[in-house]
Structures are given as structure tokens and as C-alpha cells.
């Protein structure tokens, strides 16, 4: 079936470092990705939509230079965090439309990538 | 705007209970309906959507228009079945999806 890889599954940074973290589709192309925040206990929330070719459409209250969304082509979007600090800790969570027309609004997931900044 | 509504954010049952996870959604148009399901430490999946119309590992659920709710029901709960579930709405392909806060649900020996 169809499968998202995120990676790094955790990271820690210090404060006021970049983190990069990428989300690929293995076995299908995916020209919609989304980024999601995940607090413990709590539900995701979209942060944005990530478009093969163009800008990510940010959800309101998402600081899109905070949170810089690349989509460079139909497997690989990645999400980096600038100047990451302590509130930024969280479980970031990356999901690929599809595959093929069947699948066109189903969602496929990432295992997550869990975000520690010191 | 589109809202899923999720009243519980617990439900506890015995194994062999009936269990019913309710979902109550907000959408002006016609919405497609998902269940997704977060075993612990593994990823969200899909479990089912309601344009299947089918039954993924004993579990159903009806979309009803007039009550605007996706309940997810199986009739006889077993231990795996403890997880976090999800009730999720799209407006249509092409739309993004929103997710109700979500139901844990724990099923007791």
C-alpha cells in the first residue's frame, strides 16, 4: 500500500536553531501534502497545505516564515522550523494525498517526527 | 466553514461491550466522511470512509444527513481495538480535511 516517510522521527535542537524535517511519498506521487501539529493529548491541527510547484497555503494563526513549507517535487515536501524555540516542541505530523484518483481524498500519513528544542 | 465534533474525549468499555464513537459534523454542502484510527506508537491510518459503505475490522458507521453524524459503532469491542480515533470531513477532492478532537477508546479485559 500506499506509504509516507518522515524523517528525522525525533530531533533536538538547541534554541534558536533551524530544523528540516521531510516528508516523502515512497511509492506514489503526491502532489498535495499536509503539515500538522500534533500537542500531547490533543488533535492535529492543520498548519498548512503544501503544493507540488507552488507557494503552501497557510492556516490562519501559522507564521509561514516560522514554519518554511518546500514542495520541490511530487515525493518531497519538507517543513523547516526557523530559529526553533522551546514552544516550538512538538509532534509534526506530515499526510500525502491519494495515491491515484480512488484515493484523490484520502490521506496517507507519516509516522510523525517529534521535535524537542532546549 | 466545516467542524467535526467529537463529544468524548475518553470511552471506556469491557471487552464484548457494544461501543459506539460518537461524530457530529458542521458542513453546508455534501461532505465525505472518515474514521481514522492511532493505534499506540504507530502512525494515524485510515479505517473507513463512508462512500465505502463497509465493515474494516468489525466497525461500521452510517453517515446520517439529518442528524449530521458519522457514529462509529462495532457491536462486540476486543482489546486491540484500544486506540485513538479520529472523525475527519472533506468538503470534496481537492478540499482539505478536518478532524474532530478526537475519542480514545479503551477496551478492558
Known amino acids: 500500500g500506499a506509504v509516507v516517510s518522515q524523517h528525522p522521527s525525533w530531533v533536538i535542537c538547541k534554541s534558536g536553531t533551524s530544523v528540516k524535517i521531510e516528508c516523502r511519498s515512497l511509492?506514489?506521487?503526491?502532489?498535495?501534502m499536509f503539515w500538522y501539529r500534533q500537542f500531547p493529548k490533543q488533535s492535529l491541527m492543520l498548519m498548512a497545505t503544501?503544493?507540488?510547484?507552488?507557494?503552501?497555503?497557510?492556516e490562519q494563526g501559522v507564521e509561514k516564515d516560522k514554519f518554511l513549507i518546500n514542495h520541490a517535487s511530487l515525493t518531497l515536501s519538507t517543513l523547516t522550523v526557523t530559529s526553533a524555540h522551546p514552544e516550538d516542541s512538538s509532534f509534526y505530523i506530515c499526510?500525502?494525498?491519494?495515491?491515484?484518483?480512488?484515493?484523490?481524498?484520502?490521506?496517507?500519513f507519516g509516522a510523525g517526527s517529534r521535535l524537542t528544542v532546549l | 466553514a466545516q467542524r467535526v465534533t467529537q463529544p468524548e474525549k475518553l470511552l471506556s468499555v469491557f471487552k464484548g461491550a457494544p461501543v459506539e464513537l460518537k461524530c457530529n459534523y458542521s458542513?453546508?454542502?455534501?461532505?465525505?466522511l472518515f474514521w481514522y484510527v492511532q493505534y499506540s506508537r504507530q502512525r494515524l491510518q485510515l479505517l473507513l470512509r463512508?462512500?465505502s459503505r463497509e465493515s474494516i475490522k468489525g466497525f461500521t458507521a452510517d453517515l446520517n444527513k439529518g442528524e449530521t453524524s458519522f457514529h462509529l459503532k462495532k457491536p462486540f469491542a476486543q482489546e486491540e481495538d484500544s486506540a485513538m480515533y479520529y472523525c475527519?470531513?472533506?468538503?470534496?477532492?481537492?478540499?482539505?480535511?478536518?478532524f474532530g478532537g478526537g475519542t480514545r477508546l479503551m477496551v478492558k479485559p
Open positions: 499526510s500525502a494525498r491519494g495515491p491515484g484518483v480512488s484515493g484523490a481524498n484520502v490521506l496517507t
Open positions: 511509492d506514489f506521487q503526491a502532489t498535495t
Open positions: 503544501s503544493n507540488e510547484g507552488s507557494k503552501a497555503t497557510y
Open positions: 458542513y453546508s454542502g455534501s461532505p465525505e
Open positions: 463512508h462512500i
Open positions: 475527519a470531513l472533506s468538503g470534496g477532492a481537492g478540499n482539505m480535511l478536518t
